[in-house]
């Protein structure tokens, strides 16, 4: 199988709420469907996003997220079984690895005069 696996964020950045600041993304989309793919975990993310969103009062462009995202890619969700869990444990690692500098940039967007330091 070769395609795309999209994230929650990507999703996120397309959906109908946002699709008026995302025309490229929806267009890249919809360009490739056939090789797009998502996870389970996805698809929890975006129904607890949802959840959230209506426990707060706010549902504008999400009543039919979660359908829609199943009926486009309903036969393109994978499951998230044991080996995929251990695999990506070991990638969660790695995507928070500390990047000599880039706490102190980071810090910088925020307050001015921020010094590197060899512990971070």
């Known amino acids: 199988m070769k395609g795309w696996l999209l994230d ?3 999703i996120s950045a ?3 709420a ?17 090789d797009l793919y998502l996870s389970a975990v996805t698809i929890a993310e975006i ?8 426990r707060r009062g706010g549902t504008h462009g999400t009543d039919d997220l ?9 036969d393109h969700v994978l499951a998230f079984d044991l080996a995929a869990a251990r695999v990506a444990g ?10 000599p500098g880039a706490a102190c940039a980071q ?8 010094r ?3 512990r971070e």
């Open 8 to 10: 929650t964020n990507v």
């Open 14 to 16: 397309a959906a109908p």
């Open 18 to 34: 946002r699709a008026g600041h995302a025309a490229a993304l929806v267009a890249w989309l919809e360009q490739r469907s056939d």
């Open 47 to 54: 129904e607890s996003g949802i959840a959230r969103l209506r």
């Open 66 to 74: 979660a359908s829609s995202l199943l009926h486009l890619y309903g």
């Open 90 to 99: 070991a990638l969660a690692d790695l995507a928070i690895k500390p990047v």
């Open 107 to 114: 810090r910088r967007r925020r307050v001015a005069g921020c």
């Open 116 to 118: 590197a330091s060899p």
